[in-house]
């Protein structure tokens, strides 16, 4: 119904820059929020950055002023900008799409993306 696609890990040393970008597709019409998690090594998965489709957005208090995250309703992507980078930023992150609205199915869903690996060292 719906698939998440991310690029843009990746080997970062510190202090650098990343750009992690994901597309949705599949039949939607609308995707009520869209976020990046991660997951180190043997830790949960945590929320780092999400935005509503109105544009609300909240992030973890790791990364605020070092990440943003941005989207585009009309083609369905959502980036997300990190900066300054540390080596505790070092995991997968996944792309999240929060109740997908998809053409001819009632209700929303929700998908994830496989993962892109980010890996901050020098």
């Given at each position: 119904?719906?698939q998440?696609?991310?690029?843009?890990?990746?080997?970062?040393?510190?202090?650098?820059?990343?750009?992690?970008?994901?597309?949705?597709?599949?039949?939607?019409?609308?995707?009520?929020?869209?976020?990046?998690?991660?997951q180190?090594?043997?830790?949960?998965?945590?929320?780092?950055?999400?935005?509503?489709?109105?544009?609300?957005?909240?992030?973890t208090?790791?990364?605020?002023?070092?990440?943003?995250?941005?989207?585009?309703?009309?083609?369905?992507?959502?980036?997300?900008?990190?900066?300054?980078?540390?080596?505790?930023?070092?995991?997968?992150?996944?792309?999240?799409?929060e109740?997908?609205?998809?053409?001819?199915?009632?209700?929303?869903?929700?998908?994830?993306?496989?993962?892109?690996?980010?890996?901050?060292?020098?």
């Amino acid at each position: 119904q719906v698939q998440l696609a991310e690029s843009g890990g990746g080997l970062v040393q510190p202090g650098g820059s990343l750009k992690l970008s994901c597309i949705a597709s599949g039949s939607i019409y609308k995707i009520y929020a869209m976020a990046w998690y991660r997951q180190a090594p043997g830790l949960q998965r945590e929320l780092v950055a999400r935005m509503t489709y109105g544009g609300t957005t909240n992030y973890t208090d790791s990364v605020k002023g070092r990440a943003s995250i941005s989207r585009d309703n009309a083609k369905n992507t959502v980036d997300l900008q990190m900066n300054d980078l540390k080596p505790e930023d070092t995991a997968v992150y996944y792309c999240n799409a929060e109740r997908a609205f998809v053409y001819y199915i009632e209700d929303p869903v929700d998908a994830w993306g496989p993962g892109t690996l980010v890996t901050v060292a020098s």
